[in-house]
C-alpha cells in the first residue's frame, strides 16, 4: 500500500459515488457540527459582552438568546423551501445568482466563502483555546496546535464523505449527549430548588454594579451572540451529498441541526440565569468558560464533568469540519459557472473537491498565522458573511415565488420576507457592533473576493471567444513542417529524437550550439556516417547538420532565434521544435541533470508565435533495468 492510499485511502471510481453518499445520521456530524458548536461559544460570546453589568447582565441573556432563537426559526423555515426549489446545491449563491443577479449571486458568494474560512480558523482557535486554559503549559503551543488540527481535519477530509462522518460521528453525538444531559439535569433541579438551584460547584461570583445596561452594549451582545448561527446554511449548500430521497433527507437533517441548536441554546441562556452564571474575562488569570461552570454548578467536578469537557474541546477544534464539507461544494458550484478556475469543479481520488480543500486549508493556515491562533482576534470578523448570505438567500427566494407562483407563493414570499429583512438588520448590527473591532477587514475583503471572481470569469470568455470555431476542417495546401531537432552530441537521445523527426518530415535539421571551439568536433566527425550514410541507403532526405557558434556562451537564446527566423523565411510553413529530454524514474535525480529541455519548452511557449509547435521525445533513463525487474517479478 503506497503512502497517499495509508492516507485518503483508495481511490474510488465515479460510479461509487452513489456508495458515498449520506443520510440524516451521518448529515448532522458532517454539516451540523459548525452549527451545533457554536453552542459552545455564543452564548458565551454574549455574556462577555455584559460583564461590566454584573449579575444584571444575566437579566438580558434571556431575551437575547430569545431574539437570536426567532431569527434563527426564521432562517431554518427558509433554508427548508430553499432545500426544496435549488435540490443541486450551492445555498445562497445558487438562489441569489439565479433571482437577484450576478453581482448579488457573487456577493453571496464571496461572504459565504469568507464565512467559511472563519468558521475553520474560529472553530480550530476556539478548540486550542479551551484546551490551552485547561493546561496553560500548552499556551506558547497555541498555533502549532493549531496548524496540527487544521492538517488532521484536512487530511479526513480527503478522505471522502462517508469517512468524514464516520470520525466526526463519536465526538458529534458525545457532545450533544453530554451538554443535553447537563441541560436537563439542570432543568430538573431548578424545578425542584423552586427556580433558586442549589450549584454543586459554586460558579464565579456576580457583584452587583451601578449601572444600567445600554441599548448599546445590549446590541453589542446580541452581535457577538449571533455567532450561534453560523452553519446553519451548510445543508442547503451540501444537498446533493445526500442519497435519495436527496431533499427528504437534506430538509430532516436540517431539522434536527436547528431543533438541538435552538434546544441548546434555550437551555444554556436559562441555567445561565437561575445558577447565577457569568463570563470571566478571557486571558485573566481565573479564566473559566461559561459551559466549565455551568456543567460543575449542575452535576460537580467528577467523571461526567471530564467527559462533558472533553467532549466541548475536540468539537470546538473539529467544527471547522462544516467548511470543509461545504466550501469545496460551493467553490464547484461558482466554478461550474466560470467564476472560478476550472480545476474546482473536479473531483479528486476520493469523489471530492480536494482542490477546494486545498484551498481552504491554505486560506484559512494563513489566517491563523495572521492572528496567532487567537479566537478573540477572530470574532469580531465572524458572522458578517453569514448574515449578508442569509439576507441574500432570503431576497433571491423572495424572487423565486414570484417568479414561479403557485398555491402556497403567497405565504412563502412573507416567510423569506420576513426572514430577508431580519437578517439584514441583523447583518447591520454586526457589523456597526463590530465594525472598529475588525468587521472592516471583512468588509474590504468581500469586494476583493467578487472582483477576482469576475476577472476568472472575464478571462474565461474572451479565451472561450478566441478559440470558439463553427468552421470545418481545412485541409487546403497541407505542407510538412519544417523540424528543428537541438541536439548535444551524438547519443541515443540523439538518435530517437532524430528517427523521429524524420518521421514527421523530410525538413529536418540537427541544430548544435558551440559555446567552446571544438565543441562541436565529435558531432562534425560522426555525422557523415551515422546520419547522412544510412538515410542514403533508406533512400529518405538526409537531415541537415547546423552548427552555431555562441560567443557570450548562451545555449538557447541561439536555438530561439534560429527557429524564429525560420518562422520567418517560411511564412508558408509550421515550424516543429522537437526536443530531446531525458526522463528519470526518481524525482530527485532530477537535481543532476541540466533542465535545458524544459527552459527551451518555457521559452518557446512564451514566445507566442502559433506557427512555431513544440515536440517531445522522452528518454526514459534505466528503462531497461525497469523492465528486468519486471520480467524477473512476474516470472518469480
Known amino acids: ?75 431554518y423555515f427558509s433554508y427548508l423551501q430553499t432545500i426544496g426549489a435549488y435540490p443541486g446545491g450551492g445555498g445562497s449563491y445558487t438562489v441569489a445568482h439565479e433571482n437577484l443577479g450576478e453581482t448579488a449571486g457573487l456577493l453571496a458568494a464571496a461572504a459565504l466563502m469568507i464565512d467559511y474560512i472563519l468558521v475553520v480558523a474560529v472553530g480550530i482557535s476556539a478548540g486550542v483555546g479551551a484546551l490551552v486554559s485547561a493546561l496553560p503549559r500548552l499556551q506558547p503551543h497555541t498555533l502549532p496546535l493549531c496548524l496540527v488540527i487544521l492538517v488532521i481535519i484536512a487530511v479526513v477530509n480527503l478522505r471522502g464523505v462517508r469517512e468524514a462522518g464516520k470520525i466526526f460521528m463519536i465526538p458529534t453525538y458525545l457532545f450533544v449527549a453530554t451538554l443535553g444531559a447537563t441541560i436537563i439535569l439542570g432543568l430538573i433541579r431548578a424545578a425542584m430548588g423552586g427556580g433558586r438551584p442549589a450549584s454543586i460547584v459554586a460558579p464565579h461570583p456576580l457583584h452587583a454594579v451601578a449601572l444600567t445596561a445600554s441599548s448599546w452594549i445590549v446590541l453589542q451582545a446580541f ?67 461559561v459551559l466549565s461552570q455551568m456543567i460543575g454548578a449542575v452535576a460537580g467536578k467528577g467523571v461526567f464533568y471530564f467527559l462533558s469537557i472533553a467532549s466541548i474541546l475536540l468539537v470546538l477544534a473539529l467544527s471547522a469540519n462544516t467548511a470543509f464539507s461545504d466550501f469545496p461544494r460551493l ?38 498565522i495572521i492572528f496567532g491562533g487567537v479566537t478573540d482576534r477572530l470574532i469580531p470578523l465572524f458572522a458578517i458573511g453569514a448574515f449578508l448570505a442569509f439576507t441574500l438567500s432570503q431576497a433571491g427566494m423572495v424572487q423565486h415565488w414570484r417568479r414561479v407562483g403557485g398555491p402556497r407563493a403567497i405565504q412563502s414570499m412573507l416567510v423569506n420576507g420576513l426572514g430577508a429583512t431580519a437578517t439584514m438588520i441583523t447583518a447591520l448590527v454586526v457589523l456597526v457592533a463590530k465594525f472598529v473591532e475588525g468587521a472592516w477587514i471583512t468588509l474590504l475583503l468581500i469586494p476583493l473576493f ?66 567552446s571551439p571544438g565543441d562541436s568536433e565529435d558531432v562534425r566527425r560522426i555525422w557523415p556516417q551515422s546520419v547522412v550514410e544510412p538515410a ?101
Open 1 to 75: 500500500m503506497g503512502i497517499s492510499d495509508l492516507l485518503f485511502g483508495k481511490a474510488l471510481k465515479t460510479s461509487d459515488e452513489r456508495a458515498e453518499q449520506i443520510g440524516p445520521i451521518g448529515g448532522i456530524p458532517i454539516f451540523g457540527l459548525d452549527a451545533l458548536s457554536s453552542a459552545g461559544y455564543g452564548p458565551e460570546a454574549a455574556l462577555t459582552l455584559l460583564i461590566p453589568l454584573g449579575a444584571l447582565g444575566l437579566e438580558y441573556i434571556f431575551p437575547i438568546t430569545g431574539a437570536i432563537i426567532v431569527l434563527l426559526t426564521i432562517v
Open 223 to 289: 452581535a457577538n451572540g449571533c455567532t450561534a448561527m453560523t452553519g446553519v446554511e451548510a445543508v442547503s449548500n451540501g444537498v446533493r451529498a445526500f442519497r435519495e430521497p436527496t431533499v427528504k433527507n437534506a430538509r430532516i437533517t436540517l431539522s434536527i441541526i436547528i431543533g438541538l441548536l435552538i434546544l441548546l441554546l434555550g437551555g444554556i441562556a436559562y441555567l445561565a440565569k437561575v445558577y447565577q452564571i457569568g463570563a470571566t474575562d478571557p486571558g485573566q488569570p481565573g479564566y473559566e468558560s
Open 331 to 368: 467553490c464547484q458550484v461558482i466554478a461550474l459557472n466560470r467564476y472560478l478556475p476550472n480545476s474546482f469543479a473536479s473531483r479528486g481520488r476520493r469523489l471530492v473537491f480536494s482542490n477546494g480543500i486545498y484551498s481552504l486549508t491554505f486560506l484559512s493556515a494563513v489566517l491563523l
Open 450 to 515: 467578487m472582483l477576482l471572481m469576475k476577472a476568472v470569469r472575464r478571462e474565461y470568455l474572451r479565451i472561450g471567444e478566441e478559440i470558439h470555431c463553427d468552421t470545418p476542417l481545412d485541409l487546403t495546401s497541407l505542407k510538412h513542417p519544417i523540424v528543428i531537432v537541438p541536439i548535444r552530441g551524438w547519443s541515443r537521445v540523439t538518435k530517437k529524437a532524430l528517427r523521429f523527426a524524420m518521421e514527421l518530415s523530410p525538413d529536418v535539421t540537427a541544430v548544435q550550439v558551440e559555446v
Open 536 to 636: 542514403q541507403r533508406a533512400g529518405e532526405p538526409v537531415p541537415r547538420l547546423e552548427i552555431i557558434s555562441s560567443a557570450y556562451r548562451r545555449v538557447l537564446t541561439p536555438l530561439i532565434g534560429f527557429a524564429t527566423r525560420k518562422a520567418e523565411a517560411h511564412p508558408d510553413r509550421q515550424i516543429a521544435v522537437v526536443i530531446p529530454e531525458m526522463v528519470e524514474d526518481r524525482w530527485y535525480n532530477y537535481l543532476l541533470h541540466n533542465q535545458r529541455a524544459a527552459a527551451l519548452k518555457a521559452m518557446l511557449y512564451f514566445l507566442g508565435n502559433r506557427r512555431i509547435m513544440v515536440v517531445n521525445v522522452p528518454w526514459y533513463l534505466r528503462a531497461d533495468e525497469r523492465a528486468r525487474r519486471t520480467t524477473s517479478g512476474s516470472a518469480g
